[in-house]
């Protein structure tokens, strides 16, 4: 079975092998059956935007510090949401840790803990937890980026093992977005659009909807999950449509930019409602600040 963070390379960076390649300055491609298969090989196996971003970073020289997006989880008690968080958070981890951001990468352990424990899931966290913290303070960044990975895991697995299979989908394609989000940012700052190879993976995008698309019809009634599945579709056409040089293909990073960064700033906002089992919105009062966001336009 790959380990998350092998199966990120294989879907993610498409280089097909490991350092000799990421030195390389020409990617080597996967087929198109890796393409299409590769996300199903394992359910609890997700492209790990710490991959996404090892890439950038043999691409180009992103200011990481730039792109830490301090989080907090918001208030709702939407098991959806709250799945979809745990991935933003994950990917916020990854990104703290590449900007060298002890005390960040601390403050987003306690945030996914505390979502795990809305979820009921943190029977095991604890010991990750404070993992997470001696390495912040140790400073060990590569056993830190793999203790991220193993907490983001744990939740996961005890998802599946409460008979939340479902919620792990959401999960992963929250974490691949905001990978997204974070990958194009870095790639618009560079004027020849340097490391657009690394998230041009169309087929990924069309693959993480279709799954989205399985869920039961009381999840994808949510208006998160309707509005994620169609950015992930508007992500696939924009990767699809691009043209070949970086005047044509900068105005559709932009926009996958744009609403891939809309859509995570809505993931992680207050909803101001509880979502009872039958699907019916009672009142809760929501964090004081919070905010709406407005979905990106399909």
């Not at 294989?10 to 990421?22: D, I, K, S, Y």
């Not at 869920?215 to 994620?228: D, N, Q």
Request: aromatic share 4%.
């Amino acid at each position: 079975m790959l380990t998350g963070r092998h199966f990120a390379m294989l879907v993610f960076v498409a280089l097909g092998c490991h350092e000799v390649c990421a030195e390389s300055s020409v990617p080597l491609p996967m087929t198109e059956s890796q393409k299409l298969g590769a996300v199903f090989l394992d359910s609890l196996s997700i492209p790990s935007p710490g991959e996404v971003f090892a890439a950038m970073n043999a691409k180009s020289h992103p200011n990481w510090v730039t792109l830490i997006s301090p989080a907090t989880a918001p208030v709702t008690s939407d098991r959806m949401q709250l799945a979809l968080v745990v991935g933003v958070l994950a990917a916020n981890g990854y990104i703290e840790v590449e900007a060298r951001d002890g005390q960040q990468v601390k403050n987003t352990g306690r945030e996914m803990i505390s979502v795990a424990k809305a979820l009921s899931v943190s029977e095991h966290l604890m010991g990750r937890g404070n993992s997470l913290m001696e390495f912040a303070e140790n400073e060990a960044w590569d056993s830190l980026a793999d203790e991220l990975e193993a907490t983001e895991n744990e939740v996961k697995n005890t998802m599946v093992e409460r008979n939340d299979r479902d919620l792990v989908t959401l999960t992963s394609a929250a974490a691949w977005l905001r990978g997204l989000d974070a990958a194009t940012a870095i790639v618009l700052e560079t004027p020849n659009l340097d490391g657009i190879s690394v998230i041009t993976q169309p087929e990924l995008a069309r693959n993480l909807a279709a799954q989205l698309d399985t869920l039961p019809a009381r999840m994808k009634k949510s208006a998160l999950v309707s509005k994620l599945k169609l950015t992930l579709e508007e992500v696939a056409v924009l990767l699809e449509t691009m043209g070949s040089t970086p005047e044509t293909q900068r105005p559709n990073i932009q926009r996958i930019h744009t609403a891939s960064a809309a859509l995570v700033k809505e993931i992680l906002a207050s909803t101001g409602a509880k979502t009872t089992p039958a699907g019916r919105a009672t009142p809760n009062p929501a964090r004081t600040g919070a905010s709406n966001i407005a979905s990106p336009k399909p």
